[in-house]
């Protein structure tokens, strides 16, 4: 058999298409370990709680107290065990490294406040720790391991992390400092024309083996080491992956994956740019979709088509999140925008119910009892403490968590009922399960108890979904029994299922299209992250339009932060809390955000998609029938 392969490419999926390229996406799933991947609607975390001036501090590295590290499996997961060492800077006058061993489920030695010194503490942990290190610089020297078949691979990955913090803000006498990838991880996937992949086949993959990291930021320098060959892990037949440094590919341009077989072998030469990208970016994964060919060549095949031929399954239609669409609830008139009423703010007592209409520009459709789309509204949006209620300015996770499993809820509700004939609906009697309904003028006991057993931090509303439904770990509580007694909810069927995944998908025209359509073709719930200037923040769609390609152009979104915006002061039309908004989606070639809301600053990050999970439900209880001829 010959060994030559094709060109690179990750599978795409688009609609009614078989088309490949090839991208980039976010490396190993950490789950919510890393706050500065979290959602939060604030700048800066609250560490307001009450102090202790207790001698010693717990170091904690990840947010969820489940460690994370680079034990990659091909999921990405892993966890320390006992006897891993964490390496730890204490910057000061006379800086200092303290290595730190998992000893019994903590890290020991215990640190005393008076060893982290006065005022502002900083301190860099990394992961695997080091010896030979000098700690009176940030930089940190790292090597790569040329055999990862075996802990090479684990050994081979830098995790890092950086905090500064004032000593008086040390929280409950615990540091947590939540580690990040510093290193690419590149997955290799072959495939053969002739079907069965030979025995004899090998692969290595060139990389330079050193470089120095700047812990305090994560920055790389140019990496030092020589250029060799490394041996990848096998995950299974077919499936490589190595642990690399990040760099430019340009150092790869004459070779950089080698595949044998056969007596042959072919070289495969690293391209321009990988997702629009010239480099390999830390805490980042590259995917290559290699084929073994038999005609001799090395073969390319072609790249995407530029211009697809239009999606006619979702030319020019408005499509509802499942279960949303009924009767009462209009679609907005694209056709004919002139119909759209504009009001005064100044006037909200005057804003109609039952159809769309417009003020200061923004396109709104107020909530009214019978639609079944939810909008849970913060009482603190800009966490300034001027308004009644919660102090709930970070927790848009935690509002776009509750929207969501309102829906799943209602329509699992003859499921749930017979789950609670079955087993129990309150298991947990500390914390009895809120109730499902939903009203403007009561609002929502599901986003009341995230609020009230959560700290007001940063989060995921994926995570936030499967802690409330199976118990996965991830939600930061003030209260120590909510670890230790809190398992979920129905986690009688859903022990350890996600029902929440966020895809790792880089966002773009093509990506961000393909995962609406799938979520509304496996009548799934849709969340959204928006990054831009300034915090990122968590919200909810509840449908959208697609123009005359198939490509989404318009969203129809809540915003748990606009619950003050239309308050009204008399008048008929007294609760205003709760709208729809419809928001244009445009699009962008280059940059790192190129899925814009509107036409501003702000873009589309990320999504998480919520399974009703019916395939597991009807296994369960089937003799449950579901109706749901109201939905349109």
Known sequence: MCCFFTTFAVKFNYHKMDKELITSKLLFRLLAA?????????????YSSSKNDSEYVEMVFTQDNKGTKAEIGEDGSGSFTEGDKV????????????????????????????ELGSGTVRLSAYYPAREDVSPETNLHTHRVDTDQTGNGYEDSDLLWSHL????????????????????????????????????????????????????????????????????????????????????????????????????????YKAPATIGESSVLESGKETVLNLRLKSDGDIGTDPDPDPDPDPDTDYSGRTCWVYGVKTASLPDYPKDDESVVPEYS?????????GIWYKVSDITCLNWQEGFLWYDCDKDDPDNSGSHPGYNDGNMCWAAGASN?????????????????????????????????????????????????????????????????????????SPDPDIDDNYGGYFTEIFDNIDVAVSPEDVMNKESFSRIIKGALENKQGIGFVRGGVGATHVMTIWGAEFDDEGYVSAIYYVDNNDHFRFEVNGGSNDFQHHRLIREVITYKDSGYWKVILGTGSYAITSLTVVDLKRDIWQKEFPEVEINESFIQ
């Open 34 to 46: 890393v706050p500065v991947l979290l959602s939060g609607c604030a700048e800066f975390e609250d």
């Open 404 to 476: 969501l499993l309102h829906w799943w809820t209602r329509l699992n509700e003859p499921y749930i009922e017979a789950y609670d004939a079955r087993y129990s609906s309150n298991p947990w009697p500390a914390y009895p399960r809120p109730s499902f309904g939903f009203s403007d003028t009561e609002g929502s006991e599901i986003f009341d108890f995230f609020r009230d057993i959560s700290r007001n931090r940063g989060g995921s509303d994926a995570v936030g979904i499967n802690w409330f439904i199976c118990g996965t770990p991830g939600i930061s």
């Open 87 to 114: 390496g730890l800077y204490i910057y000061g006058e006379q800086t200092r490294q303290v290595i730190l061993t998992m000893e019994d489920g903590q890290w020991t030695p215990k640190l005393q406040k008076s």
């Open 345 to 353: 703010l100044l006037l909200p007592e005057n804003f109609p119910d």
């Open 164 to 267: 500064d913090i004032e000593q008086e803000d040390i929280t409950g006498d615990v540091i947590e400092m939540p580690f990040m990838h510093g290193m690419h991880r590149l997955s290799i996937n072959i495939s053969s024309d002739e079907g069965s992949l030979p025995d004899d086949l090998t692969v290595t993959v060139r990389n330079i083996t050193e470089g120095s990291f700047d812990l305090s930021t994560g920055g790389i320098d140019t990496p030092s080491g020589t250029m060799e060959d490394i041996t990848p892990r096998i995950l299974s037949e077919g499936k490589y992956s190595a642990i690399l440094f990040p760099g430019d590919l340009g150092e790869y341009a004459e070779g950089w994956v080698e595949i044998s077989a056969g007596g042959k072998t072919s070289v």
